[in-house]
C-alpha cells in the first residue's frame, strides 16, 4: 500500500480537509500516476453531496486527471515511466459484456467502474483525483498529446470527451446545425469542439451574457433562451441540439427546434423525469437521446483531435485550499469554465 496526501469529503455535509489516502501496491498491469493536475466537475459536488445516491466517507472524488507515469507494473506495454497521461470518468470494466467487446466499456453491461465511489474488483471504494498519486489499469490510462497545455488537459477527460461523443455520433460536421444548450464546462468544450468538427454552431444560453465567449470559441450565433422569440425563430432548424443543463427543460420548446430527423441529446440530467409530448417527435420524426461520456479509444480520439485542433478548455487554475470557495462558484455557476487544482500545492 501507498499512503498519499488527498482531499476529502469527511462527510455529505462537512467542507473538504486535507488527508491521507491509501492507493493499493503497483500490480503487473497497473500504472502509478503522479498527478499534476486536477479538474472539477459538477458530479464531484453532486457525489460527495450524497446527491445521487449514499457514499461511503471519507471518500476523494476528481475524475478529470492529468499527470506522469511514475511507475508500471511487469506487464505493461501502452504506457511508460515519464509519460504524460490522463483518467477520467472509469478505471475499469468487465471486459467480457456485448458492450466492453465491442469497445463500448462507458455502457458495460454490469457498470463500469467509476474513478471514484464505486466498489473496485478487490472490493474497495475507488478514490479520485484530487490526490497527489492514483494506481490504474493501464488499458485505463489515456495518452496526454504535449500540444494541449498541461493544466487544461485535466478536463476534457470527462467535460470534453463527455460532449465529444455526441457530436461524433451524431455525426457533428460541414453542413450540419449544431446549437448547444448551456454554457458551463460542458457546454463551452461543445462549442469548441463542435466548430472545429465544421459544424454551424448556435449558443442556447439563459442570457446573452457570455456571447462574446461563445462567438470567440466558434459559435455562429448565441441566442437567449429567456425570450421566448428565440423558440420560434428556431422553430425546424438544427440537425443535433447537444443539451449540458441537468435542471429541467420545456422538452416541447427544445424539441421543435429539430429539423427533419434531428436529435436533441442530453448529456446533463435533472434529477427528476421531463416530461416530452410524443407528438412533437412525430413532427420532423425527431429522436430525443442520452450518451454518458465515451469510451477509451474514443477519449483518445478526442485527447488527439483537440492537440490536432488546437483546442482545450478555459480554465481557472486553483490550489489545493481553494476547494472548498471553488465549489461554492460553481454551484452559483461563478466559473469561466472550469476550475483545475494544480496538485503541486497538495
Ligand atoms: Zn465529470
Ligand atoms: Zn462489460
Known amino acids: 500500500m501507498l499512503t498519499v496526501n488527498a482531499i476529502a469529503a469527511p462527510s455529505a455535509t462537512g467542507s473538504l480537509v486535507r488527508t491521507t489516502i491509501e492507493r493499493?501496491?503497483?500490480?503487473?498491469?497497473?500504472?502509478?500516476?503522479?498527478?499534476?493536475?486536477?479538474?472539477?466537475?459538477?458530479?464531484?459536488?453532486?457525489?460527495?453531496?450524497?446527491?445521487?445516491?449514499?457514499?461511503?466517507?471519507?471518500?476523494?472524488?476528481?475524475?478529470?486527471?492529468?499527470?506522469?507515469?511514475a511507475e508500471v507494473g511487469a506487464e505493461v506495454t501502452r504506457h511508460a515511466v515519464g509519460d504524460r497521461v490522463g483518467v477520467g470518468c472509469m478505471v475499469n470494466s468487465c471486459r467480457e459484456c456485448e458492450n466492453c467487446r465491442a469497445g463500448m466499456e462507458q455502457y458495460c453491461l454490469p457498470g463500469n467502474t467509476g474513478t471514484y465511489a464505486a466498489v473496485d474488483r478487490d472490493g474497495t471504494i475507488t478514490q479520485g483525483g484530487y490526490s497527489t498519486h492514483v494506481v490504474v489499469d493501464e488499458d485505463f490510462v489515456l495518452r496526454v498529446p504535449e500540444a494541449i497545455p498541461y493544466e487544461k488537459a485535466a478536463p476534457l477527460l470527462c467535460a470534453g470527451i463527455t460532449t465529444y461523443s455526441p457530436l461524433s455520433h451524431w455525426k457533428a460536421g460541414p453542413g450540419t446545425r449544431v446549437a448547444v444548450v448551456g454554457m458551463g464546462g460542458l457546454g463551452h468544450m461543445a462549442v469548441k469542439i463542435a466548430a472545429a468538427k465544421g459544424a454551424e454552431v448556435t449558443v442556447l444560453s439563459q442570457t446573452l451574457g457570455k456571447k462574446d465567449d461563445g462567438l470567440a470559441f466558434g459559435a455562429a450565433h448565441y441566442y437567449a433562451t429567456s425570450d421566448p422569440d428565440t423558440f420560434d425563430k428556431l422553430r425546424?432548424?438544427?440537425?443535433?441540439?447537444?443539451?449540458?443543463?441537468?435542471?429541467?427543460?420545456?422538452?416541447?420548446?427544445?424539441?421543435?427546434?429539430?429539423?427533419?430527423?434531428?436529435?436533441?441529446?442530453?448529456?446533463?440530467?435533472?434529477?427528476?423525469?421531463l416530461?416530452?409530448?410524443?407528438?412533437?417527435?412525430?413532427?420532423?420524426r425527431r429522436s430525443f437521446a442520452g450518451s454518458g461520456i465515451g469510451s477509451i479509444a474514443e477519449t483518445q480520439e478526442m485527447l488527439d483531435f483537440c492537440a490536432e485542433h488546437d483546442i482545450a478548455p478555459?480554465?481557472?487554475?486553483?490550489?489545493?485550499?481553494?476547494?472548498?470557495?471553488a465549489y461554492d462558484r460553481v454551484l452559483k455557476s461563478d466559473v469561466r469554465y472550469r476550475f483545475v487544482?494544480?496538485?503541486?500545492?497538495?
Open 341 to 346: 487544482i494544480d496538485i503541486n500545492t497538495l
Open 24 to 69: 493499493r501496491d503497483v500490480g503487473p498491469r497497473d500504472v502509478l500516476i503522479e498527478i499534476r493536475y486536477a479538474g472539477i466537475c459538477h458530479s464531484d459536488i453532486h457525489t460527495v453531496r450524497g446527491e445521487w445516491g449514499d457514499v461511503a466517507y471519507p471518500l476523494t472524488v476528481g475524475h478529470e486527471i492529468v499527470g506522469r507515469v
Open 236 to 273: 425546424n432548424t438544427f440537425d443535433l441540439i447537444v443539451n449540458t443543463v441537468s435542471a429541467p427543460i420545456d422538452m416541447h420548446a427544445y424539441l421543435s427546434m429539430l429539423r427533419l430527423d434531428g436529435t436533441l441529446v442530453s448529456v446533463g440530467a435533472p434529477p427528476e423525469p
Open 314 to 325: 478555459e480554465i481557472e487554475l486553483i490550489t489545493a485550499g481553494e476547494v472548498n470557495a
Open 275 to 284: 416530461p416530452v409530448q410524443v407528438f412533437t417527435l412525430f413532427g420532423n
